[in-house]
């Protein structure tokens, strides 16, 4: 496990493309996403939704702006609170290979955070792997300060035998990129570096100062702080943030040398001028000479500029191909761009859901975890962050939102944006208050408040949903991971259907598919599926078959305890079918409601089930079938997986039995019944059909 120390308040939280370092099994320090901080509590409090705090919004606010910056991240603004000229100062350093968006996120991010974390304090020092923020009552441009020094270690040893050798190394990188950082000038003191240590091992360093201190100062600060290196003698990284210079070092690249920003060339040396002697001819020679030089550079400047941006252009039109890839057959190239355009900062989602806290989370699935969060605008969303071993890779990932931010539909799950940055991938969603059908129809209490009538708009609203995914969107859908933890009830009990991780896009004229890698859930998956990887309409259509059956009865459909036996819901439910007792698969909790539309439901979800992939329905049969009776149902045949074992004829949920028949559908040759209930006329009430 990674750890860290530091002599002030800290705000532990693990940078995500650190916590996949520390599987492999290499730890690291954990300088991390989240802001740290050091409250100066000896320069005095500012009283709550006072003028102070009013005016030193506001130059937080305005202070990662372009005209508080140098360019090369670093801000620096003041604002005047009151007429006696005093004022509120602060300070802005990004690391020198961040980028000028991440530098602004970042320091946008750090001025919500760091008065939340120093209440009151009229001065601050927080800081985080790519930006530190300061601000005070008190002028600190160009003042060298060496306090706080807060300092932290990768918790792995150097060999003992390594020791020596490894020190001296490290104090040769050290001291290089120190006077490479100092000698930086005015616009940026930024150096790293690497050299090669013991038993093959190489070790990466970075120094830098605030450039509004002199080239001494800051020499003189990163010595200091490499003095703090005793205090973790003998680790394989670590480092110290002083609010005018920092420096890390450890055995792997944490830094991006491609993305530091070129400092500006110094100016040329320029000769002498021309003596008062020189002749009008030789001025226009050398004015003629300027022209031809003039000419001939550029022309070759724009031609360079020109094939750089084309360059550019197929880059980036290659990258759209790539993600495209093996998902949309025949799809244009250009509509990527509407994913795209979803994209979240990383930052703005850790804030939106309190750093992925525990109390946010609102379960696991199998491939990570969902959170709650709350954006700055006050809209609520859900946060599907992928696990780095879940096993669903950057396929499955854009996948996912390409088909999300394309598909829009009652039924269907809102995607709101995505998140893609290092190993972190979120999903990030509409929030839908009441969670997961699984949460709400296997609980033996919430159940209860699920009637016929919402069961069945439940039902209804699947099949809708469906229909949508398989016959009007743009392109055919096969879901492929239909079961009830993947349909969400929103606060109208209306259901949606999520998770599209596993979903495969079909060409309008594509009916079926072959796969070698079998993704699901056992249980819900069709056994051509299952067995062979054969998918298609159908085996969505397996998948509600399911869902309908374990809505009826308010079961699980791998197992449940029916007296002394643990049955499976198809297998029971195909029993009570035969023997003519469907009625027996009703849930108890179930205490009106049309009778003759419950049985139907469990006449279409055994329709849905059936081994056979012809005879199984079309969702736009389904609806036809919920919707009149005049639609006359074949009788099903035996389901898949189907376990022959020894039930009774009393077998049922909770209800007694009777003899009498009722006809729920025939076709031309034969017709199918069931057995009701002796007290169903009183429990369930007939009605005209939907």
Known sequence: MCSRFSITTIMPAMDSSRFLFCLFPILFLMINQALAQNCIDEKGNYTTNSTYQTNLNRLLSSLPSNENGNGYGFYNASYR????????????????????????????????????????????????????????????????????????????????????????????????????????????????????????????????????ISEQSCSDCLVGAFAYISYFYGKVGGGVNRPSCYFRFDLYPFYDPTTVKQLPSPPPIHSPPPSTSTTNTSQGSKSSKSRT?????????????????????????????????????????????????????????????DDFSEANKLGQGGFGYVYKGRLFNGQEIAVKRLSVNSGQGDLEFKNEVLLMAKLQHRNLVRLLGFCLEGVERLLIYEFVPNASLDHIIFDPIKRAQLDWDRRYKIIVGITRGLIYLHEDSRLRIIHRDLKASNILI?????????????????????????????VGTYGYMAPEYAMHGHFSVK?????????????????????????????????????????????????????????????????????????????????????????????????????????????GSDMSLGWKNSSEVITTGSDRSKSSSVKAPENEVSLITEVYPR
């Open 81 to 212: 609170l009151n007429s006696s000229n005093e004022r509120i100062y602060a300070t802005g350093l990004c690391r020198g290979d961040a980028k000028a968006e991440d530098c602004r996120s970042c320091l946008n991010n750090s001025r919500y955070t760091l008065p939340q974390l120093c209440p009151n304090r009229k001065e601050a020092f927080g800081w985080n792997e790519k930006c530190i923020l300061r601000y005070s009552n008190r002028s600190i441009y160009g003042v060298m300060e060496t306090e706080p020094s807060p300092y932290y270690w990768n918790i792995n040893n150097i060999s003992s035998s390594d020791l020596d050798g490894f020190n001296q190394e490290l104090r040769k990188l050290l001291d290089s990129i120190r006077s490479e950082a100092a000698a930086g000038g005015s616009l940026r003191k930024f150096a790293f570096g690497n050299t090669s240590g013991p038993t093959f091992q190489t070790i990466f360093a970075l120094a830098q100062c605030t450039p509004d």
């Open 293 to 353: 030089v003039i000419i001939i550079v550029v022309p070759i400047i724009a031609s360079l500029v020109l094939v750089m941006f084309v360059g550019i252009c197929l880059r980036v039109r290659k990258a759209k191909k790539k993600l495209q890839s093996n998902l949309i057959p025949g799809e244009d190239v250009g509509e990527i761009g509407s994913a795209e355009s979803l994209q979240f900062d990383f930052d703005t989602i850790r804030i939106a859901t």
């Open 490 to 518: 929103d606060e109208e009990m209306t259901p949606k259907i999520s998770d599209f991780g596993m979903a495969k896009l079909f060409g309008v004229d594509q009916t079926q598919g072959n796969t070698s890698r079998i």
């Open 539 to 647: 085996s969505d259509v397996y998948s509600f078959g399911v869902l309908v059956l374990e809505i009826v009865s308010g079961q699980k459909n791998n197992s449940f305890r029916h007296g002394e036996n643990v049955e499976d819901l198809l297998s029971f439910a195909w029993k009570c079918w035969r023997e003519g007792r469907a009625s027996n698969l009703i849930d108890p909790a179930l205490t009106n409601g049309s009778r003759n539309e419950i049985m139907r439901c469990i006449h279409i979800g055994l329709l849905c089930v059936q081994e056979n992939i012809a005879n199984r329905p079309t969702m736009n049969a389904i609806v036809l079938m919920l919707n009149s009776y005049s639609v006359t149902l074949p009788v099903p045949s035996q389901p898949a997986f189907f376990k022959d074992s020894n039930v």
